[in-house]
């Protein structure tokens, strides 16, 4: 098979989902009796850089026997990559991730790749069958993440998104209290995510020397869905600095702290979105995203909610949610609400304390997904989640590049610069 055809925008059906009278949709039954012996979940892993073989091969392979999980297959466009995840798993390596999606022992899929593959691999995955953990942001664009959702609704394949902060109770616990009333109306969010890097962003301090397209890359296959560039060792090792692969600081950082605000406030699509920033420290990088970046959003729930990131100094602020009669702060615990003053008549103790239960971890996130597979759980960040999550993060990008505030236009659902 030639480059042309590995990158094409074929449809990989399984053999499973073609035995499903001449469709390609799934029930959520359908799909769960292709389980293994034992109700064992076999998963591919597609895209094995620095998240899949820190963070989510680790994590699978701690599961295979208290959770009865096993890693089969695995595939990467860069072969040394790609044997290092064979080595650790012992899994098949494939090359091509339709290869993948054809085995008919894989149950779900983990995509653990650049943001501009993310749908394309998502709808394909569907399409064959295979339930899907997909890492943040669920899309590089709005358009795509209208086409996830549309596919997911038909296929009824199971779909986490991975935001594992969701996996923490803080969020939805705060909800129900915000809900009830404990914090009075809420009229504003703040949040940040924050790091100081020595020499400039999303840099490694010893580049991978080994990088031979043409020998041990396909530069093709990694370009896929974005446009045809000469190879650049940079763009393939540090993707996330460039627009064509990523919104930087916006869909790989603020999509984590959006998310948590979305869900704690039950928030849906803003009204209108304004980004600020720039390169103010690391200003002779090649990167073309800012190291400084911050948004601020409207919701028609009569709120804002302020994001706020530098990539040169660490200092956090609070996160808080303020409500007219009370402020809910997240700690690393969980959080706690205080009353204001005006309404604290005691004026000796906080209104109450919740002690989080989860956490922010990428195996409670995998947990969760193979027990909505299993047992119908509900899914922690699921594909509307994801959807109301691109939605804010996009629509600041878009903002911040155009230098225009933008407004959601609810009967397209599709941001318009004003």
Request: net charge positive; with cysteine.
């Amino acid at each position: 098979m030639n480059q042309d055809n590995r990158i094409s925008r074929r449809t990989f059906v399984s053999s499973t989902t073609a035995s499903v009278a001449g469709s390609v949709l799934l029930t959520a039954s359908s799909a769960n009796r292709v389980l293994g012996a034992n109700n064992r979940l076999r998963v591919g892993i597609i895209g094995c850089g620095g998240l899949a073989q820190g963070a989510h091969i680790p994590s699978l392979l701690k599961m295979k026997d208290s959770d009865n999980v096993e890693i089969v297959a695995v595939c990467d466009v860069y072969q040394k990559r790609l044997e290092q995840a064979g080595q650790t798993t012992g899994a098949k390596q494939i090359k091509d991730y339709r290869a993948l999606l054809d085995q008919k022992d894989i149950d779900y899929v983990a995509i653990v790749t650049p943001e501009h593959w993310h749908a394309k691999m998502t709808i394909d995955a569907a399409d064959a069958g295979k339930h899907i953990y997909c890492e943040k942001p669920m899309t590089w664009s709005i358009d795509q993440a209208k086409q996830v959702v549309k596919k997911i609704q038909e296929t009824k394949v199971k779909m986490q998104v991975g935001v594992q902060g969701m996996s923490d109770d803080s969020y939805e616990t705060a909800q129900k209290l915000i809900k009830a009333g404990k914090i009075g109306r809420p009229v504003q969010a703040q949040i940040d995510y924050s790091r100081n890097h020595k020499r400039d962003f999303w840099v490694s301090d010893e580049p991978d020397k080994d990088v031979r397209p043409g020998e041990n890359l396909d530069w093709n296959a990694f370009l896929g869905p974005a446009p045809k560039r000469p190879f650049d060792l940079d763009r393939f090792l540090h993707w996330r600095r460039y627009w064509d692969y990523s919104g930087g600081i916006a869909t790989d950082l603020f999509v984590h702290r959006i998310t948590r605000i979305i869900r704690a406030l039950d928030l849906k699509f803003p009204d209108r979105v304004v980004a600020t920033g720039g390169k103010w420290e690391f200003r002779d990088s090649a990167a073309e995203i800012p190291d400084t970046f911050n948004m601020m959003l409207d919701y028609p729930e009569g709120l804002t909610v302020v994001v706020l990131s530098s990539m040169a100094n660490a200092e956090p602020i609070p996160h808080v949610i303020r409500g007219h009669e009370a402020t809910l702060q997240f700690t690393r615990d969980g959080f706690v609400i205080r009353p204001e003053g005006r309404f604290n008549k005691e004026g000796d103790k906080d209104l109450l304390t919740h002690k989080k239960t989860g956490g922010e971890d990428i195996l409670l996130h995998h947990r969760n997904l193979q027990d909505a597979i299993r047992n119908g759980a509900a899914i922690k960040t699921d594909v509307m989640t994801g959807y109301y999550g691109v939605v804010a993060v996009r629509m600041a990008v878009d903002s911040f590049r155009k230098t225009r505030y933008m407004r959601w236009d609810a009967k397209r659902e599709r941001p318009v610069a004003v």
